[in-house]
């Protein structure tokens, strides 16, 4: 540019000295008539910045097209290979999507509230327990949480909360709808508000006054989304409620709901405000900055200065825990995470076996590259290019099958996981997908190139890299497929005790005989006074035994596949009294008369009830109870009572060990029968068939014919202790997928590492051959290699296993952590899978002709 300006001045120069002028009077006139220098070389500099940029823009592109062009025919070339490592990686971002699409709704983003990372549940749990202590937490009763509302300042809001059942009566028919009460402040903590109507305040409570609020879920199926349905009246468990508003869709539980809620009631914290309920369900919003083990311990200062008790003295102990934590397979679901981590782990190692193996036998193609003058840096962006489109390929696949992995998790969900039906393939997840896939394509590939760029240049032309580089490499491969075998073995040992555990919890004995037996619950019978309660559940019951195929009927308060319990203590006559605060969980049921013969049970020794008032303070235990306390001897005759100031009860049987709960219950825990008179309780009713027809029509049409306004809710008990190992079997198929999953492509990464280790050796298998060696002895020698790989990295993944599966020890039933069948299964397996592995490769070192393998190089 410098030249080109004096150039011109020059040129010019010589035209003004041609005219006459001086040199000195030529030169200033040109460089003014040129202008300003300084200006023009800025603007020329400009000009030629902004060509280069173009031309610049103009190769990059034109180099890029170049680059996607030469890599999609590069990898359509070798369609094996690139199907191959999409489908690999595709299928570890699959099952990885699919299980972090529901950990992102249901852990990282359980409730859609307002600083939801700040929303906390809160619960009670004894501080101490005595034998047979459980560790389930307790809800807290209305006179607490108004303590904790009044007094806390870690909380921002606290806010009671309670679902329930109730039977709603239209024209006709009746029906069962979910209802939930809440404070008048739920939907500002949740942060809604009514699309129809408003909001009950604290004057509806005070004035009694029955008005409700409907979901728009059912305000839209129901009634059609009518606008008019303000100052309309519903009919709940026989009482008129005002319809005042509609709450939007939006307003999610707090908990993981199973249930769909129809109808909001406002929720009464006074004394008597809850007839029907001792106990309400609590959530928080704790304050910035504030811990929860903060907020913990000034929730029980407060109870502790009510109750007059010293902090440390405190039977009771707060709880407070992220809604995520209450899933009811929250363990379960830490479990798939890892899970399908080893998995994820064991497709990119599989990835990177692929593509260090392919760099490797591109090494003549770089060096040829190299040799017409391909700088490094070229030859790694096109290398990268390719990397990128396996990437982009990998993600789009395993997305969807990710995808398609969610909606087979919900659609076969078990009901005790309803709460897989809210996940959801969110952003969070789509991200994670293409940094993992992105991540996983282009660091491993580019490993691979780099250490193909470390062999001379001359030597990759001539085909002779150094045997020490060949084993370096082959020591790289070998040691990527001993991690993927060593993370297989880990979860065929897991998939196997679970398998194991479903397999004995499946054969447990029961104790009772579920088959033929149902329970019925009445819907709108517990809102009746006690003794109109009274005689309608014996009306129920007299004509409920007069029905065919009904065998016999009971009461009984504790429903099989729950449990009613007493937080309490429990004296043994003869022993040392536990401490007041040893407070613990007692299984207590109330009976009538023929419960035992109903369900099916013995009395192990002893005799039924002979006094059912409450005067006689009679009771039966469980055997295993009775065998904990009275080893030797009978349990006939000994005394017990629950806290000091109650009086003695006399045990009158023992009951074989009933696990009405589920198989996973403890038998030598307190299980407590005592007799009821029937007076003003309300029990839920059993009954026994003789199996012919199904009792379920004819049982509905009985209880509507005695009241209209009931609803019978029959339930088949066989179902129900079915699905008390549902979610574990769910689970467990699950991880046996993964497992599958996992052997496969760790299978495919050995068998990669075989057939490239037998066209290494050809000329020493033809060699082999041509100086005498059998076949058997060829395949003994390849098969060996791939076994020992196999044999190694499980040796390695048992040793793993034997610390991770701490991880699902509170998941196994009957089944010891370190349970040598299932490590021994784990070993037997990935056997199998090396010598699968190890076949093909085998026969095609068999097929080696002696003379074509001493020509091969």
Same mark, same amino acid.
């Given at each position: ?41 800025? !603007? ?66 359980? %409730? ?313 393939? $969110? ?148 022993? $040392? ?63 017990? !009572? ?76 066989? %179902? ?138």
């Amino acid at each position: 540019m410098e030249d080109e300006i004096k150039l011109h001045l020059a040129l010019r120069v010589e035209q003004l000295m041609a005219s006459g002028a001086t040199p000195d009077d030529a030169y200033r006139e040109a460089v003014q008539r040129f202008g300003p220098l300084k200006e023009s070389r800025a !603007r020329m500099i400009d000009a030629a910045r902004q060509r280069e940029r173009h031309m610049r823009r103009t190769e990059y592109f034109a180099d890029l097209k170049q680059d996607l062009t030469f890599a999609l025919r590069t990898l359509r070339r070798q369609k094996g290979w690139t199907a191959v490592t999409v489908l690999t990686l595709a299928l570890g971002l699959g099952a990885t999507t699919a299980v972090f699409s529901v950990v992102s709704s249901l852990l990282i983003h359980a %409730v859609p509230y307002p600083n939801g990372d700040r929303v906390m549940l809160v619960y009670q749990e004894l501080t101490k327990g005595g034998s047979g202590a459980a560790a389930e937490v307790m809800r807290a009763q209305p006179r607490v949480l108004r303590l904790w509302q009044e007094g806390s300042h870690s909380f921002e809001a606290l806010e009671g909360f309670m679902p329930q059942a109730m039977t709603m009566r239209a024209a006709d028919t009746s029906v069962t709808v979910n209802t939930a009460l809440i404070e008048p402040t739920f939907p500002k903590f949740a942060g809604v508000r009514p699309i129809v109507g408003r909001m009950f305040d604290q004057t509806d409570i005070t004035s009694g006054e029955r008005v409700t609020l409907l979901s728009e879920g059912f305000w839209r199926t129901r009634l059609g989304g009518r606008t008019d349905v303000i100052g309309q009246r519903i009919t709940l468990d026989s009482s008129l409620y005002t319809v005042i508003g509609v709450l939007p869709a939006s307003l999610r539980w707090p908990q993981p709901q199973t249930e769909r809620l129809d109808v909001w009631l406002p929720l009464d914290l006074n004394p008597g405000g809850l007839p029907r309920m001792k106990t309400v369900d609590v959530v928080g919003r704790l304050r910035p900055g504030v811990s929860t083990q903060t907020a913990a311990r000034e929730l029980d200062s407060l109870l502790a200065r009510a109750a007059g008790f010293k902090l440390d003295a405190l039977p009771i102990r707060s709880l407070i825990v992220p809604p995520a934590k209450h899933l009811t397979f929250y363990d379960s679901l830490l479990l798939l995470t890892f899970a399908v981590g080893l998995v994820l782990l064991i497709a990119c190692a599989n990835v990177a076996h692929l593509l260090v193996a392919r760099s490797s036998g591109r090494q003549r193609e770089l060096a040829i590259r190299t040799a017409l003058g391909a700088g490094r840096g070229r030859v790694l962006r096109q290398l990268l290019t390719e990397s990128l489109l396996l990437a982009i390929g990998g993600t789009a696949m395993g997305v969807f099958a990710g995808w398609i992995g969610l909606r087979l998790l919900i659609a076969l969900r078990p009901p005790t996981l309803a709460e897989l039906a809210t996940a959801r393939l $969110d952003s969070t997840t789509l991200v994670l997908a293409v940094l993992v896939a992105g991540a996983t394509a282009i660091v491993f590939g580019l490993l691979g190139s780099a250490r193909a760029g470390r062999i001379a240049t001359h030597d990759a032309l001539k085909n002779t890299s150094t045997s020490a580089s060949r084993a370096n490499r082959g020591q790289t491969r070998t040691l990527l497929v001993v991690s993927e075998m060593a993370l297989s073995a880990t979860l065929v040992v897991g998939a196997t005790m679970l398998v194991r555990s479903v397999i004995k919890m499946q054969n447990a004995d029961l104790g009772f005989e579920p088959k033929g037996l149902y329970t019925l619950n009445i819907g709108g019978l517990d809102s009746r006074p006690g003794p109109e309660r009274t005689a309608l559940t014996q009306l129920v019951m007299t004509r409920l035994a007069a029905v065919s195929g009904i065998r016999s009927v009971a009461l009984t308060s504790n429903p099989t596949g729950g449990r009613t319990f007493a937080i309490s203590t429990l004296e043994v006559e003869g022993e $040392d009294p536990p401490p007041l605060t040893a407070t613990m969980r007692i299984d207590v049921n109330r009976i009538g008369r023929g419960y035992f013969q109903t369900m099916n049970m013995r009395l192990v020794e002893g005799t039924p009830f002979t006094d059912t008032t409450a005067a006689a303070h009679q009771v039966i235990v469980n055997a295993g109870f009775a065998r904990k306390h009275w080893p030797v001897g009978s349990a006939v005759g000994r005394r017990i !009572r629950r806290m000091a100031r109650e009086p003695w009860m006399t045990i009158v049987g023992v009951a074989n060990d009933a696990l009405t709960s589920g198989a996973r219950s403890e038998v030598s825990a307190p299980r407590l029968y005592t007799p009821t008179d029937e007076a003003g309780e309300y029990l839920m009713i059993v009954l026994r068939t003789d199996g012919t027809a199904d009792p379920v029509a004819p049982v509905r049409a009985l209880v509507r014919s005695i009241d209209p306004g009931f609803t019978a809710t029959l339930q088949s008990v066989e %179902v129900k202790m079915s699905e008390t190992i549902a979610a574990p079997r769910f689970i467990m198929l699950i991880l046996t997928a993964f497992t599958v999953l996992a052997l496969v492509l760790a299978g495919i990464g050995l068998y990669g590492v075989m057939s490239y280790s037998v066209a290494e050796r050809t000329r020493e298998i033809g060699i082999r051959v041509a100086l005498g060696a059998t076949r058997g002895r060829v395949a003994q020698m390849v098969v060996a290699s791939g076994v020992v790989v196999g044999l190694i990295g499980s040796v390695i993944g048992v040793v793993v296993a034997s610390w991770g599966t701490k991880l699902i020890e509170r998941q196994l039933y009957d089944v010891g952590r370190l349970d040598i069948v299932s490590f021994s299964v784990a070993i037997v397996v990935l056997f199998l899978a090396a010598v699968v592995a190890s076949v093909v490769p085998t026969r095609r070192a068999l097929a080696v002709d002696p003379m074509t393998a001493i020509r091969a190089d």
